[in-house]
């Protein structure tokens, strides 16, 4: 409780009076201090009484209009006051906005005197992402001499998420796919809890393991085996290379790749498995995390995924996939050999002799492997890393379509003795800016990119899959037709 101005001129009269009986030395002054002082003591109690009955009836709610949002994003957040019955006192009630925020005016809403009701609406910008939690509202209360302010009603909280992609579609064909982590194919019975198949009983087995319901149906005793439980360690590659830099402010190939791979850190923390990183830039690995299962090693994981960039283009000259140590005459004979390659195995196409039989093979394979493969920064994370594990692992590649030779390079070497990979894929052609009439050439680009995909999708032991945004994936399937299908198949 404090004073309000025209409190403190009573009491300065006060101490007049109280002056003046001293200098004229009569009593009658004082007794009027006597009668100022009671008066102020019985509107403080006064007050006091009504402050607290009007605190107790009032109810004050702050109700933001969405509770998840992204980062400088404004929504709105309604401020209402209700009160039982009609009070004498003036009150203000102040909104309890979370400092990280920008109010935009009407933060306050009053409440005269015999009015029951009031509200108001803020537009409230939040530029700072994260979980913010509203203060309690804070109601000032006065009768003129008096002024009191204490907080009030319920919080609310508001999760402000960083801008980033919407609506990511990870799936093949246009199709959308779930992405499956975490499922441990152990290939191999144990004693898990999964029923693998039945056997006869050999000498030495527990009588434990024993099916009774198969040995009294078959007559000769028969063991049940279970598949044993396994952890699947995973090593996630994530390629934050110049060309991942493609597409719209805050929804880039890196930035949808990224929401995966985060999912894909949040799922092996859910389940405990073991989690490898890797993140690859135009020059090589920038990062290493080896594989294990604390809480702080996902978390670290989580941090260094969000804080990823797509590394800067040093010389425009140079190609985005082939790296800083070529020249540009050097990616110029490359692209000659190969369009001669090209031109070489159209020309066999038509031939059926024993000669353009034979050279066929290695024309075509000349395509992929005329560049040399060991200076590219994704084929060299990959063999660098798994050089260092052993045992089969899940192979996680997060990257684009901009060099389909390393992709195929990449993913061999991925699912290498027995092991597993998945491309997550983003395709340029669904990062382009460009007008609506751009589309059918779009689907053109798409095609191309769907039958790279299956081919990869051929390889053993590897699964390709295409992330990108959902809305511009439909908008360019429906420019090629609605009967069209990709490369022969896919959707209809």
């Not at 309000?4 to 007794?31: E, H, I, S």
């Not at 402000?160 to 799936?171: A, E, I, K, L, T």
């Not at 799922?267 to 995390?289: C, H, N, Q, Y």
């Not at 059918?440 to 295409?466: H, I, K, N, P």
Request: charged share 25%.
């Amino acid at each position: 409780m404090k004073a309000t101005r025209r409190l403190w001129g009573v009491a300065g009269l006060a101490v007049v009076l109280a002056v003046l009986a001293t200098v004229l030395a009569r009593p009658f002054p004082l007794l009027g201090v006597a009668l100022l002082g009671a008066w102020i003591l019985s509107r403080q109690y006064l007050f006091y009484r009504a402050t607290t009955a009007l605190v107790s009836d009032l109810s004050v709610s702050q109700v933001p209009a969405r509770t998840l949002i992204r980062t400088d994003e404004t929504t709105t957040v309604t401020l209402t006051a209700t009160i039982d019955r009609p009070t004498k006192l003036a009150c203000s009630i102040k909104a309890g906005l979370p400092p990280a925020t920008v109010g935009k005016g009407g933060e306050q809403v009053t409440l005269d005197p015999g009015e029951t009701d009031a509200e108001t609406t803020v537009d409230v910008e939040w530029p700072v992402a994260g979980r913010h939690e509203f203060r309690q509202a804070h109601v000032t209360v006065g009768d003129g001499l008096f002024e009191q302010t204490v907080p009030v009603g319920e919080t609310a909280a508001v999760t402000v998420q960083p801008r980033g992609p919407r609506n990511v579609h990870v799936g093949e064909g246009g199709d959308q796919a779930l992405l499956a982590y975490g499922e441990h194919a152990a290939d191999h019975p144990g004693s898990g809890v999964e029923p693998a198949e039945l056997r006869e009983y050999i000498a030495g087995d527990s009588a434990a393991r024993i099916d009774w319901n198969a040995t009294a149906r078959l007559d000769t005793p028969y063991v049940r085996e279970y598949e044993a439980e396994t952890d699947q360690e995973t090593l996630l590659v994530v390629d934050h290379g110049s060309s991942l830099a493609a597409g719209p402010r805050a929804e880039t190939k890196l930035a949808y790749l990224r929401e995966v791979a985060v999912a894909v850190v949040d799922s092996a923390k859910e389940l405990d498995d073991p989690l490898g990183m890797v993140s690859v830039g135009d020059e090589g690995i920038t990062s290493r995390f080896e594989p294990t299962t604390t809480t702080s090693h996902y978390d670290a994981i989580r941090r260094t995924l969000l804080d990823l960039e797509p590394t800067a283009r040093t010389d425009p000259t140079v190609d985005d996939r082939l790296g800083p140590i070529w020249g540009h005459s050097q990616v110029s004979t490359v692209q000659e050999t190969m369009e001669g390659a090209r031109k070489t195995l159209v020309e066999f196409e038509g031939e059926s002799d024993q000669f353009s039989t034979t050279l066929r093979p290695f024309y075509d394979s000349q395509q992929y492997y005329r560049t040399p493969l060991a200076d590219r920064p994704l084929l060299g994370a990959v063999r660098a890393t798994l050089a260092r594990r052993s045992g089969q692992q899940v192979s996680i590649i997060c990257t684009d379509d901009s060099d389909p030779r390393e992709l195929r390079e990449t993913a061999t070497l991925a699912a290498r003795n027995g092991g597993q990979a998945l491309l997550l894929l983003a395709p340029t052609v669904l990062y382009e800016t460009g007008s609506v009439q751009d589309l059918e050439a779009r689907y053109e680009g798409y095609v191309a990119f769907e039958e790279l995909r299956r081919e990869l999708s051929r390889l053993d032991r590897v699964t390709a899959l295409e992330v990108g945004p959902g809305d511009r994936l439909a908008a360019v399937l429906a420019a090629g037709g609605a009967q069209r299908s990709p490369a022969g198949g896919g959707r209809t």
